[in-house]
């Protein structure tokens, strides 16, 4: 049997196998991450882990998992480190990183986790909790207070089971501390939000206000809020990959990552406390994060939307079976090109173009196995800001005509919900309010009008703007007629042809 990777067996790898050029036991924690699942391991670990070969310091990272302890018990019998493996083309390269220090499982080791937040040592909070891990209503653009985790923070605020909750208890613990005045805090939101760091500082007051007025004072003065984009695809890793990574290298590692060599971090200039070398591991710190934002959200997340539900109606396991489909990867580039792509601000050192036709070629990656039904997960959640705030733009911009395939994503979507493709194979539907939306299409589906009055009455995912559209509407209801007429295949090209 193979020995599992340790802080030990780091020391007598091979030598095709990249180690970290610092001793990671001489460095301390400075970071905290809340939701240390796959993309964690494979983009902030990683420069954070560079930044700590150049320049050292103090800012190993302390993970939190949320729910599950499956990561803790991957990562801290291996000592925290794990093993990154970059796959493209054929190739493939295997690093070892060792920026975590140790992993923290929330439900079950509540005290630590809150000792920990509130240790004046850590400097900064990062987090990947996904869109709905922030309890944030986008209709009303505030906290959602009718979440159950949020309901149950308020009543039992030393009990937190949501990540606001988490925040609001770890700065009143800090607050109250004998060094509540020197115990600043960054805190970095690393998700796919537009203005992330906004909507963290605004769920944190909102629940601040309600715990202690005194707090809410006292994090304005001693906590940054800091958006940031980042870009890297981060697939769930198979028995295969661990099993290849045995065989190859000769050792276990039960936290492996797999991932593809591109990688990006932009984060907002706004930190109130020291911070990691991250500049030197190819970190962009800027003003103002939004343009970054939208570039990606409306180009890269926008068109891998697109690729999941209708890949997943056409019969596409694989986001690079997908792509390489002709009509599909015909309707991505109208997407990107004439849909979307006007809607993002220029920037002086990139080339929209270039740009997209390298996510294109991302997607295009088989070595990097992303499942469609994966991208699906959370449409409820993604869609507003990866397809509904372009289409916003535009029909204010009285552009609805450059929106062909921006509505075919949302039409696709209503028919993904129906839980079964174009053949009648069925499939498991991951949203937040599945229940609800697979109720609602299944009820509705023959009948549109009542379909998309039901989604806009007991939903709060279409903006207010596009609801009050009558051609929005209209095209809305026309599209689903059409998908259920003539197909997801004759649909979309009839939506091309349409364009032309």
């Known amino acids: 049997m193979s020995e599992r990777l340790s802080a030990t067996l780091v020391k007598s790898l091979p030598g095709c196998v990249q180690c970290p050029r610092y001793d990671a036991e001489q ?11 796959a993309f964690h391991r ?15 310091g103090d800012w190993r990272i302390i993970g939190v998992s949320l729910r599950s302890p499956t990561v803790k018990e991957q990562l801290n019998p291996q ?11 054929g190739k493939s390269t295997a690093r070892v990183i060792g920026s975590i220090k140790e992993v923290i499982a929330a439900r079950e080791e509540p005290q630590k986790l809150s000792e920990a937040l509130a240790d004046p040592s850590i400097k900064i909070v990062t987090m990947t909790v996904t869109e709905k891990g922030y309890h944030y209503d986008q209709s009303s653009q505030s906290i959602d207070w009718e979440s159950a985790d949020i309901q149950h923070d308020l009543v039992f605020p030393n009990e937190p089971k949501s ?4 925040l609001v208890k770890a700065c009143l613990k800090r607050m109250k501390s004998e060094y509540s005045h020197s115990s600043k805090l960054t805190i970095i939101s690393c998700d796919n939000l537009p203005e992330n760091g906004a909507i963290v500082k605004s769920v944190v007051l909102g629940l601040a206000s309600r715990v202690d007025k005194k707090l809410v004072t006292w994090i304005q003065n001693n906590v940054s809020f800091c958006s940031s984009m980042v870009d890297r695809i981060v697939p ?9 990574l045995t065989q190859q290298y000769g050792y276990e590692d039960q936290g492996l990552i797999v991932t593809e060599p591109f990688k990006q971090w932009v984060i907002e200039d706004n930190f109130c406390t020291e911070r990691p070398d991250w500049e030197s591991a190819g970190v962009l ?15 890269l997340n926008g068109s891998h939307s697109a690729l999941a539900y209708m890949g997943v109606l056409l019969g596409h396991k694989w986001i690079h079976q997908a792509v390489i489909d002709p009509l599909l990867v015909t309707v991505i580039q109208r997407l ?3 849909e979307t792509g006007p809607t993002i601000p220029t920037f002086p050192n990139v080339d929209l173009a270039e740009y997209q036709q390298q996510i294109i070629q991302r997607f295009e990656n088989s070595d990097i196995a992303y499942a469609t039904q994966q991208v699906a997960s959370d449409g409820s959640q993604k869609l507003q800001q990866r397809i509904l705030q372009a289409m916003e733009e535009l029909y204010r911009e009285n552009k609805e005509q450059h929106t062909a395939c921006l509505m075919a994503t949302l039409v696709c979507w209503l028919r993904y919900l129906k839980g079964s493709d174009e053949k009648g194979v069925t499939y498991i539907i991951n949203d937040p309010i599945a229940d609800l939306l697979h109720a609602l299409v299944n009820e509705h589906w023959e009948q549109p009008i009542d379909l998309v009055d039901a ?28 998908i259920t007429e003539l197909g997801t295949h004759a649909y979309l090209s009839q939506i091309l042809q349409d364009a032309e």
């Open 27 to 37: 460095h301390g924690a400075g970071i905290i991450h809340i939701g240390i699942g």
């Open 42 to 56: 494979g983009h902030q670990a990683v420069f954070t882990d560079d930044a700590l070969a150049q320049s050292g």
């Open 79 to 89: 000592d925290g480190f794990f093993t990154l493996i970059e796959k493209s083309t």
């Open 163 to 166: 990540m606001p909750g988490l």
């Open 236 to 244: 769930k890793v198979t028995v295969a990959d661990g099993q290849a």
């Open 285 to 299: 710190f800027v003003k103002q994060v939004s343009d970054y934002e939208k570039l990606k959200l409306r180009t």
């Open 336 to 338: 990107m090109q004439k």
């Open 455 to 482: 989604l806009f009455k007991q939903t709060s995912i279409f903006p207010t703007s596009l609801k009050t559209t009558p051609n929005f509407t209209k095209r809305l209801i026309d599209g689903i007629h059409k």
